[in-house]
C-alpha cells in the first residue's frame, strides 16, 4: 500500500509545482507585455508601502508643533523643511499619502459599486431606464468639484464626508457606463436565450451580464481613485475637506500657499507626491484597459 501511495502524492506534488511555476510565468509575461501595469502599479505599491510604514522611515509626530524651528530650509534633519508652525513637512508629507490613498481607494469602490447597480438596474430594468437617467443627468449637469463642495458645506469636515461628498459626484460617471454595457449586452443572443428558457432577472444578471462588466469598471475605477485623489487636494486647499489637522497632501499645500515664494518647499513637496500617485494610478489604468479591451488584445 505505501509503494502505491507514494508516487501517487509525489505526482499530485509535482502537479501543484507545475502549476505554480505556471501561474508565475504566466504572470511575468503578463508584467512583461504591459509594461505600463508594471510601472504604474510598482509605483503606486511603493507609496502605499510608505504610507503604511511611515513610523518606520524616520519620521516624527506630523502634527508636533515647534516654534523654534519654523520656515526650516530642507536639511540634513529635516529633508523636506518645516512649516510655519515648525512642523516637519517631510513627516507631514508621508503621513499624508494615508489621508489621500485611502479617501482615492474608498471612492473608487464606493462610486464602482454603487454605480454598478444603479447602470444595471437602468439598463437591465427597461421602465426603470427613462427615470433613472433623467436623475443621473440632472446631477452629470452639476460639475464634480461643485456638488462635492455643495456637499461639504452641508456637513462638518472630515474624512468620511469628503468620501461621501466626492463618491456622490462620481456615481453618475459609473452608471453611465455601466448602462451602456448592459444595452449592448442586453441583446446578446445568450442573455436572449436565457430570457426565452424563463431565467428570472436576478439571475440573469448574476450569472451573464455582471461578469462582463468587471472590466470596464476595474479600469473605470483607476481613473475615479486619481480624480478624488485631485479633488480631495482640491477641497482641502480651499478649507472645504478633512480638518486642517490632518495631514493631508491638500492642507499642507493650503497652509503653504501664503509663504510659497518665501519657502516654496512647503507646496513643492505634496505637490510632487500627489502628482507621482496621480500618474501611477492612470498608467495602472491605462495598461489594465490595454490588457483587458479585446479589440487591443486581437490587434496584439
Keep these: 500500500m505505501s509503494d502505491t501511495a507514494t508516487p501517487t502524492s509525489s505526482a499530485i506534488h509535482s502537479g ?31 507609496i502605499a508601502l510608505a504610507g503604511i510604514l511611515a513610523p518606520l522611515l524616520g519620521t516624527v509626530n506630523p502634527s508636533e508643533i515647534a ?22 513637512v517631510y513627516s507631514r508629507v508621508v503621513y499624508g499619502a494615508r489621508v489621500s490613498l485611502a479617501i482615492g481607494f474608498s471612492v473608487a469602490i464606493v ?31 452639476i460639475p464634480s468639484i461643485l456638488l462635492a463642495i455643495a456637499m461639504m458645506a452641508l456637513t462638518r469636515g472630515s474624512i468620511a464626508n469628503v468620501i461621501i461628498a466626492i463618491s456622490l459626484a462620481e456615481i453618475p460617471r459609473v452608471a453611465r457606463l455601466v448602462r451602456g454595457v448592459v444595452l449592448s449586452l442586453r441583446e446578446q443572443p445568450y442573455v436572449e436565450a436565457a430570457i426565452s428558457q424563463g431565467a428570472r ?36 486647499f ?4 478633512v480638518p486642517p489637522a490632518t495631514p493631508s497632501w491638500g ?26 500617485t ?17 479589440r487591443v488584445a486581437k490587434r496584439i
Design 278 to 294: 496621480v500618474l501611477a494610478v492612470n498608467l495602472l489604468g491605462d495598461g489594465l484597459r490595454d490588457s483587458l479591451d479585446p
Design 111 to 141: 462610486a464602482s459599486v454603487i454605480g454598478l447597480a444603479v447602470g444595471m438596474i437602468a439598463g437591465f430594468v427597461r421602465w426603470t431606464d427613462g427615470i433613472i437617467m433623467r436623475i443621473i443627468d440632472a446631477m452629470m449637469s
Design 16 to 46: 501543484a509545482v507545475r502549476a505554480r511555476l505556471g501561474r508565475s510565468a504566466r504572470f511575468r509575461r503578463y508584467l512583461r507585455r504591459y509594461p505600463s501595469v508594471t510601472i504604474g502599479g510598482g509605483m503606486l505599491l511603493l
Design 67 to 88: 516654534p523654534t524651528l519654523r520656515l526650516q530650509p530642507p536639511s540634513a534633519e529635516t529633508p523636506f523643511g518645516t512649516d510655519m508652525l515648525g512642523r516637519d
Design 238 to 241: 480651499i478649507g472645504a475637506g
Design 251 to 276: 492642507n499642507i499645500m493650503a497652509e503653504g500657499r501664503t509663504l510659497w515664494q518665501v519657502r516654496p518647499n512647503i507646496i513643492f513637496f505634496p505637490a510632487l507626491f500627489l502628482s507621482i
Design 201 to 236: 432577472t436576478p439571475r440573469i444578471i448574476l450569472r451573464h451580464i455582471l461578469p462582463n462588466t468587471v472590466a470596464p469598471i476595474l479600469v473605470q475605477a483607476t481613473y475615479i481613485c486619481a480624480s478624488a485623489m485631485l479633488v480631495e487636494s482640491i477641497l482641502s
